[in-house]
């Protein structure tokens, strides 16, 4: 749901830098923590492999308002495969975006760093929340509209700390702005919070094993 439409030039070359720089680190970290495990799980790859295209696919898919409003199944993609796989998963998403147009290249660690939040918190939360709410729907549809809530505020504050050159506004203004693409981005969060919701029910329902999340 949050990703920066910007072109390569909106941020200045060290802003760019910087949020590759920890987009990489994060990487290296969800490289270094599946290297440790004793066994790769062949079902979680193949699972990461249906996430990327699904993801890749739906990112496409843009209602124009705001500069394009899209769902992006990061939490969702959290919630089944885990933070690590799901921090690969969208770092091929976003190459794979960038390279036909959707967001520019040096946008990518910053969408990164926005994606990977919401991969993460809605897995957190899926599995803090499991003992005040059982029942997977609801906890899948807080999980994701948190790891929206989270990625909205992302964007905002790396558009805010980067500045965006050529832009004559100032940053209350920007800010303005930011808040007010936020607030649409929320009103379709919870679409996407109710269909992840279902998709996890249903999982949970049929094949409990093959969500992340569900594993002690």
């Given at each position: 749901m949050a990703h920066i439409h910007l072109e390569d030039g909106s941020f200045t070359l060290f802003w760019a830098c910087v949020w590759w720089a920890i987009a990489l680190i994060l990487i290296s970290a969800a490289l270094l923590w599946v290297r440790s495990g004793k066994k790769i799980d062949n079902r979680r790859i193949t699972l990461a492999a249906f996430c990327t295209a699904a993801a890749f696919a739906v990112f496409q898919v843009s209602i124009p308002i705001f500069g394009g409003i899209h769902l992006n199944l990061t939490p969702l993609i959290g919630i089944l495969i885990g933070p690590a796989f799901g921090s690969f998963v969208v770092l091929i998403t976003n190459i794979l975006s960038a390279a036909i147009g959707h967001?520019?290249?040096?946008?990518i660690g910053a969408n990164l760093l926005v994606n990977i939040i919401e991969v993460i918190v809605a897995y957190v939360l899926f599995r803090v929340l499991k003992k005040i709410f059982p029942g997977p729907f609801a906890r899948g549809g807080i999980a994701t509209l948190a790891g929206l809530f989270c990625g909205n505020l992302a964007m905002i504050a790396i558009i805010i700390i980067s500045g965006v050159q050529g832009f004559t506004q100032t940053p209350s203004q920007i800010l303005g702005g930011l808040v007010l693409i936020a607030g649409v981005?929320?009103?379709?969060?919870?679409?996407?919070?109710?269909?992840?919701?279902?998709?996890?029910?249903?999982?949970?329902?049929?094949?409990?094993d093959m969500l992340e999340s569900e594993r002690s």
């Amino acid at each position: 749901m949050a990703h920066i439409h910007l072109e390569d030039g909106s941020f200045t070359l060290f802003w760019a830098c910087v949020w590759w720089a920890i987009a990489l680190i994060l990487i290296s970290a969800a490289l270094l923590w599946v290297r440790s495990g004793k066994k790769i799980d062949n079902r979680r790859i193949t699972l990461a492999a249906f996430c990327t295209a699904a993801a890749f696919a739906v990112f496409q898919v843009s209602i124009p308002i705001f500069g394009g409003i899209h769902l992006n199944l990061t939490p969702l993609i959290g919630i089944l495969i885990g933070p690590a796989f799901g921090s690969f998963v969208v770092l091929i998403t976003n190459i794979l975006s960038a390279a036909i147009g959707h967001g520019g290249w040096g946008m990518i660690g910053a969408n990164l760093l926005v994606n990977i939040i919401e991969v993460i918190v809605a897995y957190v939360l899926f599995r803090v929340l499991k003992k005040i709410f059982p029942g997977p729907f609801a906890r899948g549809g807080i999980a994701t509209l948190a790891g929206l809530f989270c990625g909205n505020l992302a964007m905002i504050a790396i558009i805010i700390i980067s500045g965006v050159q050529g832009f004559t506004q100032t940053p209350s203004q920007i800010l303005g702005g930011l808040v007010l693409i936020a607030g649409v981005n929320m009103g379709f969060a919870f679409i996407e919070a109710g269909i992840s919701a279902m998709i996890i029910s249903y999982i949970i329902r049929v094949r409990p094993d093959m969500l992340e999340s569900e594993r002690s």
